[in-house]
């Protein structure tokens, strides 16, 4: 990926695993080696990091708030959530991030 990232484990977090650039929490030890939900959270701090942060956050929260209006279901509208739709879709493949290329959320479109 290019820089190293720090693992944090976050007993309070409310969902297993988030991406808080530069860093991954869990919400519990077992995580650490999850190797699914920490490659999902890599992929977020790759997109984190493209967008140069600060637009990820305001381009997410964009993102859930149409979603929200569209699917009236919180659950629908996370999962549709552009940078959701590529972590989910490519968090199985270990080799994703070395071939990924810029900007490939804007294919979940």
């Known amino acids: ?3 190293r990232y720090k693992i944090i484990v976050a007993p309070f977090l409310k969902v297993s695993g988030m991406a808080l650039f530069p860093f991954i ?4 030890k ?4 999850d190797a699914i939900l920490l490659n999902h959270e890599r992929i977020h701090l ?6 140069l942060v600060i637009p990820f956050y305001v381009l997410y929260l964009i993102n859930y ?14 999962l549709n ?8 879709a490519k968090d199985t493949d270990p080799g994703y991030l070395n071939c990924r290329k810029m900007y490939s959320w804007l294919r979940y479109f």
């Open 25 to 28: 929490l869990v919400n519990n």
């Open 46 to 51: 790759k997109q984190q990091a493209e967008l």
């Open 1 to 3: 990926m290019g820089y």
């Open 30 to 33: 077992g995580l650490l080696t």
């Open 81 to 88: 959530i552009v940078f959701e739709r590529e972590a989910y």
């Open 65 to 78: 708030l149409i979603n929200i209006a569209k699917y009236r279901n919180h659950d629908k509208a996370y």
